[in-house]
């Protein structure tokens, strides 16, 4: 069962930010992430937390559209976000590809942007 369900993840992860961007008052994975919030939450972190071992440019544009869309502002915590910076600046220091090093460094821009961030983890602004 886990297995399947993540590869039904990763296909919504990589379909995600095209229907973000064609639609992005009504998307439906953002939706059907939504109805489930615990379950996708923890395997969103876990995608993007495997890094380069999943498709990290996929993962890191559907986290950054979901960051940008009004109705899941609140789908991650702060310490979500800290779990998706920490996968991020590692991934950073490893070779990847262009795409997965761009989609990476813009989300961890859109993170820093947070206030709700920056004042809880202040301390981790040197690492940027």
């Known amino acids: 069962m886990d297995a399947m369900l993540d590869a039904l993840i990763s296909l919504l992860v ?3 930010p095209f229907k973000e961007k064609a639609n992005p008052d009504d998307n439906i994975i953002i939706d059907y992430f ?4 615990n379950i996708y939450n923890e395997k969103l972190l876990y995608l993007a937390n495997k890094g380069s071992l999943f498709r990290l440019d996929a993962i890191m544009h559907t986290i ?8 899941t502002k609140d789908f991650f915590n702060v310490n ?3 779990i998706v ?7 950073l220091e490893t070779p ?12 961890l821009s859109t993170i820093i ?3 709700e ?5 202040s301390h981790r602004l040197k690492d940027y």
Do not use: F, P, W
């Open 117 to 121: 961030y920056r004042q809880g983890y």
């Open 113 to 115: 942007e947070i206030e």
């Open 80 to 82: 979500d976000l800290d």
């Open 64 to 71: 950054d559209c979901m960051l940008h869309n009004s109705k």
């Open 96 to 107: 990847n590809a262009v795409n997965a090093r761009v989609m990476t460094m813009k989300t």
């Open 34 to 37: 939504l109805r489930e919030q």
């Open 85 to 91: 910076v920490t996968a991020g600046l590692r991934e």
């Open 14 to 16: 990589i379909i995600c």
